[in-house]
């Protein structure tokens, strides 16, 4: 079993900035893509930026230019560099991680999620 525990999350006002961490830990193979997700109340769970072992990273659309996605691979660590937030940006923000148990057999795991709330 592979546990990520994520941290950084709090109460900004418009404008401000966080910066989230997701640690792996347990039983890891091998950590390949890790990703942060964010669900807000009454929404479905959204992608928010992932991030492949050799550093390619996909965003959604919508947070691209201010959010910025990174990794320490020794560390097995994800960051969530969050710039400019907005009230829309308040939701529960989930970390994922693709531990690859085998070349043909990966398994995901989730965090609990550090809640995010912008408001002044």
């Known amino acids: 079993q592979v546990q990520l525990v994520e941290s950084g999350g709090g109460l900004v006002q418009p404008g401000g900035s966080l910066r989230l961490s997701c640690a792996a830990s347990?039983?890891?193979?091998?950590?390949?893509?890790m990703g942060w997700y964010r669900q807000a109340p009454g929404k479905q769970r959204e992608l928010v930026a992932r991030?492949?072992?050799?550093?390619?990273?996909n965003y959604a659309d919508s947070l691209k230019g201010r959010f910025t996605i990174s990794r320490d691979n020794a560390k097995d660590t994800v960051y969530l560099q969050m710039n400019v937030l907005k009230p829309e940006n308040t939701a529960l923000y989930f970390c994922?991680?693709?531990?690859?148990?085998?070349?043909?057999?990966?398994?995901?795991?989730w965090g609990q999620g550090t809640q995010v709330t912008v408001s002044s």
């Open positions: 347990g039983s890891i193979f091998r950590i390949n893509d």
């Open positions: 994922n991680a693709d531990d690859a148990v085998f070349p043909w057999e990966t398994r995901g795991y």
């Open positions: 991030i492949t072992s050799g550093g390619t990273t």
